[in-house]
């Protein structure tokens, strides 16, 4: 099983970066997916999570409004929109994959995750 993040990158606060993590040798449509992010020296923390057919989603409060999950089963795709970005956002930034109908906040209920991408927000 791959999960490979991508769309990282340096950008200034107020602005928007669309990550997205490509899945492959999982049966993606079993999996709720999510994102998390490890900022330096803090834990790693739940972002975003979608369930399996997508029709649920939930958030982090600092991230609410702001941010929006989506997933494409038929490409094995899910894709996290960061808008209105904030310094406080600046993290490395993990997909995960859990196969469970909804998704948790909980890291140890992920049994897949990606190597990570990192997002800088300067001010």
């Known amino acids: 099983v791959q999960l490979q993040a991508s769309g990282g990158g340096l950008v200034q606060a107020g602005k928007s970066l669309r990550l997205a993590c490509a899945s492959s040798?999982?049966?993606?449509?079993?999996?709720?997916m999510s994102w998390f992010r490890q900022a330096p020296g803090k834990e790693r923390q739940f972002v975003a999570g979608?369930?399996?057919?997508?029709?649920?989603?939930s958030y982090a409060d600092s991230v609410k409004g702001r941010f929006t999950i989506s997933r494409d089963n038929a490409k094995n795709t899910v894709t996290l929109q960061m808008n209105s970005l904030k310094p406080e956002d600046t993290a490395v930034y993990f997909c995960?994959?859990?196969?469970?109908?909804?998704?948790?906040?909980?890291?140890?209920?992920?049994?897949?995750w990606g190597r990570g991408t990192l997002v800088t927000v300067s001010s």
């Open positions: 995960a994959a859990a196969f469970s109908l909804a998704p948790s906040v909980a890291p140890s209920m992920y049994a897949y």
């Open positions: 040798g999982l049966t993606f449509s079993h999996a709720a």
């Open positions: 979608i369930s399996r057919g997508g029709g649920d989603t």
